[in-house]
């Protein structure tokens, strides 16, 4: 995957994230979007617990 695609997915997870974490169907804004809180990677460790 290029660079910029992994941005994109990286922002898609995290405006997601935000989403969900807000009550209701209050839309995000950009200071509830944590980018740095994403990490994507094309080796996952199979052993890693998701959260």
Do not use: Q
């Not at 660079?3 to 974490?21: D, F, I, K, Y």
């Not at 839309?27 to 990677?41: F, K, N």
Request: glycine share 10%; hydrophobic share 50%.
């Amino acid at each position: 995957m290029e660079h910029a695609a992994l941005e994109c997915l990286a922002a898609a997870v995290a405006w997601g994230t935000a989403a969900v974490a807000l009550p209701g169907s209050i839309m995000p804004g950009p200071t509830d979007i944590d980018l740095g809180a994403v990490e994507v990677t094309s080796t996952p460790d199979p052993g890693r617990a998701l959260r």
